[in-house]
């Protein structure tokens, strides 16, 4: 199985200012027809996960431009330009490029 | 597109785990329902998908205890595990792929 590691594991943000996690693969996250399956979601506090970004970069219907994901490979980065109170939950990174499907270990996010 | 689900939330060591989650505002075509679950404090685990025709792809882990079916007169998929442990105590969640999920169901397995 793919393993995901995700750092930091939790994150105190000053609202306004920008954030970032990384998510690193112990294998290519690239598929053999050239896309790379690298996904982000938040789960805020008591709610089931909502998809952020699909696809390395590609921002999910109804997300805020405030989210944007980037890298390649194995190492990859969700960056927050902006933290809102709305923001706070734990961000889980998951790999959809071979079966069983696997998460990171999340990074709690908290607003200072 | 909306999903709800239902099942037994409290259930003894070996006995069986189902679950059924409901599509609304959704054609079964063409996509991958699934289920995951997460223990309580931890991450989250893919158990399974099936599609239309009923095809399935299962986490090799849970793969002997786990069956999948779907109903698409009802718009319906379930979830059957066998053998519970208390390890198996988690929030399952039905989903449309990894981009929509249910509200989640807390299953808790105890004597």
């Known amino acids: 199985d793919i393993v995901l590691t995700q750092n930091p594991v939790s994150l105190s943000v000053t609202p306004g200012q920008p954030a970032s996690i990384s998510c690193k693969s112990s294998q290519s996250l690239v598929h053999g027809n050239g896309n790379t399956y690298l996904y982000w979601f938040l789960q805020r506090p008591g709610q089931s996960p909502q998809l952020l970004i699909y696809e390395v970069s590609r921002l999910f219907t109804g997300v805020s431009d405030r989210f944007s994901g980037s890298g390649s490979g194995t190492d990859f980065t969700l960056m927050i330009s902006r933290v809102e109170a709305e923001d706070v939950g734990v961000y889980y990174c998951m790999q959809g490029v071979s079966l069983p499907l696997t998460f990171g270990g999340g990074t709690r996010v908290d607003i200072e | 597109v909306q999903l709800q689900q239902w099942g037994a939330g409290l259930l003894k060591p070996s006995e069986t785990l189902s679950l059924t989650c409901a599509v609304y505002?959704?054609?079964?075509?063409?996509?991958?329902w699934s289920w995951f679950r997460q223990p309580p404090g931890k991450s989250l685990e893919w158990i399974g998908e099936?599609?239309?025709?009923?095809?399935?792809n299962k986490n090799p882990s849970l793969k002997s205890r786990v069956s999948l079916s779907i109903d698409t007169s009802k718009t319906q998929f379930s979830l059957m595990m066998t053998s519970l442990t208390a390890a198996d105590t988690a929030v399952y969640f039905c989903a449309k792929g990894v981009s929509r999920w249910g509200p989640g169901t807390l299953v808790v397995v105890s004597a």
């Open positions: 099936i599609n239309q025709a009923a095809n399935t």
């Open positions: 505002g959704e054609s079964f075509t063409d996509y991958y």
